[in-house]
């Protein structure tokens, strides 16, 4: 497991993060995601930090509270050294029923903050990300409400989740213009088969030097292949939860060249999905989140996987984005004062 810079920050994190969304679901939407109790979240997290994962990741609305609180848990019951893991979690969504009770206005962040650092048994966060962009609050209320938990000593780190390029760059330039504390990291979906971030945000965070955490990276499930030609395995998780939403007439053809790439290596076809990510240049962390060890050390093997540059090419082939403008101008031949 190596580990990599997040972002343009000193901080050090491992290239694939644990992802604790399936701890303390019961029913309805985080009953489809996960029911992990706290035996299963102890045996998860300890063959998550043997494998040398470091970086964790939750939100305050998983389970309504129940993640954050089963994680911090976990690394209680383990014995962790506070200063061995980095813990990130994120807020915006309703925690309950009134306008105020979700969003990214100054009163629900600093509350909220409050609520899971009780929740996870912690002094501070490691990393606090908005997790949705909010329209009905001022950005500048937002970031500056960020900065006063930083300053506290409350959130070491900043992130966002799910921001579109102009919010991001906006984000940016507040906190530039009003000292603020700064943006580290950007929480998105990407993978072979759902490459958007590519046309515009990607080339922002290269820019701007700021981190990608990669959220299901296996596209629910869909990059093991299990759901080819049509299928829907019971009990599969894209069964159970069309989520992410997936192009499947682009996406066949992807499998048949990820099934081959894997085979070539002797690997899986999430292995080699992972891999792919990981060789991004933009990517600091990927995440990964499992229901059984078995599942979460074979996510963990991507690591050792070594794409060559026909894999690369051939993978890329296969998932690229179609062209749109200004994409197909700025990449003619001669557009020089077009």
């Keep these: 497991m190596r580990l990599r810079k997040l972002g343009s920050s000193g901080l050090f994190v491992s290239e694939l993060c644990f992802g604790a969304m399936t701890f303390g679901g019961s029913d309805g939407l985080w009953g489809q995601v996960g029911k992990l109790g706290q035996d299963d979240a102890d045996t998860l997290i300890g063959a998550a930090l043997d494998a040398g994962v470091n970086l964790f990741d939750t939100a305050n609305i998983y389970a309504h509270g129940r993640s954050e609180e089963i994680l911090g848990r976990s690394l209680k019951n383990l014995g962790v050294a506070r200063d061995d893991v980095v813990v990130a979690t994120k807020v915006a969504s309703s925690m309950g029923d009134g306008p105020n009770r979700g969003g990214a206005s100054r009163l629900h962040i600093l509350s909220e903050c409050r609520a899971s650092l009780r929740r996870l048994g912690l002094d501070h966060i490691d990393l606090y990300q908005i997790h ?8 500048e ?74 959220w299901s990276p296996l596209a629910g499930g869909y990059l093991t292949g299990k759901y080819a030609d049509g299928g829907h395995p019971e009990g599969a998780r894209q069964t159970e939860l069309d989520f992410p939403p997936i192009d499947r007439v682009r996406g066949e053809p992807l499998i048949r060249v990820l099934k081959d790439v894997a085979c070539k ?9 992972i891999a792919w990510l990981l060789k991004q240049p933009v990517v600091s962390t990927v995440i990964i989140g499992a229901k059984r060890v078995e599942q979460l050390r074979e996510n963990v093997q991507a690591t050792e996987v070594q794409l060559d540059p026909d894999d690369m090419a051939r993978l890329d082939s296969a998932s690229h984005l179609p062209i749109e403008y200004p994409g197909w101008l700025l990449n003619a031949p001669s557009n020089r004062g077009s």
């Design 132 to 139: 949705a962009f909010d329209p009905a609050t001022p950005m």
């Design 265 to 273: 290596h002797d690997r899986s076809s999430a292995q080699v999905a």
């Design 141 to 214: 209320e937002t970031l500056e409400a960020l900065d006063t938990l930083v300053r506290a000593g409350d959130v070491r780190y900043i992130g966002l989740s799910n921001w579109a390029a102009w919010q991001i760059m906006k984000a940016i330039g507040i906190t530039r213009a009003r000292n603020l504390a700064p943006i580290t990291s950007l929480q998105a979906y990407y993978t072979l088969v759902g490459r958007d971030v590519e046309r515009e945000i990607v080339p922002l965070l290269a820019s701007e030097q700021v981190g990608l955490m990669v």
